[in-house]
C-alpha cells in the first residue's frame, strides 16, 4: 500500500547530505531569499537542507508524520533555478525558495495527489493546478506534499483530524500526543517544524486557521475569489479556498502575492488582481484604527489571559478597541451542512471525472463502495456518514440547496457586516481556537471550544490568524477578520500587531504539553 509513496521518500532524500549544511529550523522565508541573494547558500543547498530535516523528524524521532510524499524533482528544480539567479533573473521573492502543497492539489511533478484516500493513489494527473503554477513561475520550489485530514475532513462528523489512510496521523510538534487540526495538519506541522519556508493549505471551515493557531503559525484564508480553486479536490464551491501557512506574517504575505490570480476556470477569480500584499505592511498599520473586539464565552482561564494580553498589545500599538456582541445565528450551522453536502457531491464528482483512468473511483458513490471495500484501511478508526449523507442529495438545481446557501451567506455576512458597521471598525478581532486537544482513535474529535472560522469561512471573508503565545504549553492564535476583499488590512493589522508582541514559541516536540508541575501530586 505504502511502497510507492515510501520509494518517492527514499528518490527524494538519496543524495548525501552537506557535511556542514545551511541552517533552516526557524529560519524566515524572506531570510532564505536574503542568504541566496547575498550568496552565501543557493537553492539547492537549502533544499537539500529541508530534505534532510524532513527525514530526521517526519518519520524519525518525532514522527511528526507532516509530509506524505517528497517530490523527486525538487533538488533539479533547485538546480535549474540556481542557474537563472547565476544569469542575472531573478523571479522575485520566492525565486528558489522550498515550500509545501497540500495532498489535495495537483501539481505536476511525478507524485499523485490523494487527499490522504487510497482510492486516489493512483491520481498522477501531471498537472499543475493554477494556484502552484503561479507559485512555480513566482520561482518557488515545489518541495512535496503535506499530509491532511482524509478528504479535507469530510467524510465523517466522528473523524480524528490529522489523519488519513496514506499518511496516517500528523502529530503536533509543539506535544506530540495532541492535535495538529485538519484539514491542512500537514502543512501546519510542516510549517512549524521548518520541514520548508511555507506552505500552501487549503480551507472550507478552519481548515487553514485552526492548525495555523495550534501549530503556532501564521494562517491566512484569503477572500473567496482571490485563489484559484481549479485542479484542488474539491468540498464546496462556495466555501473552498487554498491559503498560505508560514511563520510570519510577511512570508504569508509574500507567499499569498504569488498566489493570487485570475482563472478562466473558476470564475469567482474574475476580479482578482495580483499585487504584492507584503510591500504595504507597516508597524504603524494600528494607530487609530477601530478593532471590534468579540470574547467568546466559555474561554479558559489560560486564553483569556492570552487573549487579553494580545488586546493590551493592541491597544498600545494605538487601536481604538471596542466591544461587540455576536448576533444570534441559530440556523446558520444546519443551512452551512446543506451546502456542503450538496456541493460535495455535484464538485467531487466532476473533479473525479477528470483523474487519469487508473482511478477507478469516478464517482461519490464509488468512492463510498471503494471504502466499504477497503474498509480495514479506509475506516479503522471512523465510519463515512457524511459521505452517504451527500449521496443523497438532489443537485445544484434542489431548491432547499439553494435556499440554504442563501441563508447561510447573509447570516454570515450580516453578523461581520454587522458587527463591524456597529464598531465603526475595519477589522473584527477574537481567539481564533482554543488550545490542542488529544488525538483520539476511539472518540474523534473533541472539542467544544472558542471557534472563529465558521462566519468568515461562510461569508467568503478574509480570517487571519496570528500566535498570541502559550496556553498549558499550547500554541493559540488571534484572528483577525474583516469583510470580504478586505485581506491587506487584516495584513496590515496582524502584521502591527505581531511584530509588538512577538508572541510566537518554536516547538519543542515534547511527548505530552509543558502544563508545568501538579501531575504527579506532592509524593
Known sequence: MRLMFLAVLLSATAAPALAKGPRVEEVPLEQVQAMMTAGKTTSVAMTRAYLDRIAALDRKGPRLNAVIALNPDALAQAKRLDEERRAGRIRGPLHGVPVLIKDNIETADPIPTTAGSLALKDNVTRRDAPVVARLRAAGAVILGKTNLSEWANIRSSHAMSGWSAVGGLVRNPYALDRTACGSSSGSGAAVAASFAAAAVGTETDGSVVCLSSINGLVGLKPSIGLVSRTHVVPISHSQDTPGPMARSVRDAAILLSAMVGA????????????????????????????????????????????????????????????????????????????????????????????????????????LIAFNRAQAAQEMPFFAQETFEAAAQTKGLGDPAYKAARATSLRLASEAIDGMLRRAGARVLVEPTYAEAWLSDPVHGDQYNGPSSSELPAVAGYPNLTVPMGLAKGLPVGLSFIATKGDDATVLGAGYAYEQRARARVAPRYLAQADVGAGLEGAR
Open 263 to 366: 482563472d478562466p476556470a473558476d470564475p469567482a477569480t474574475a476580479g482578482a488582481v495580483a499585487r504584492d500584499y507584503a510591500a504595504g505592511l507597516s508597524v504603524s498599520a494600528l494607530s487609530g484604527m477601530r478593532v471590534a473586539v468579540l470574547r467568546p464565552e466559555g474561554l479558559s482561564t489560560e486564553v483569556a489571559a492570552s487573549f487579553d494580553r494580545a488586546l493590551a498589545v493592541l491597544k498600545a500599538a494605538g487601536a481604538v478597541l471596542v466591544p461587540v456582541e455576536a448576533p444570534k445565528t441559530e440556523a446558520l450551522g444546519e443551512a452551512e451542512f446543506t451546502v456542503l453536502k450538496t456541493e460535495l457531491k455535484a464538485d467531487l464528482d466532476a473533479y473525479l471525472a477528470t483523474t487519469p483512468p487508473a482511478v477507478s473511483a469516478r464517482t461519490l458513490d464509488q
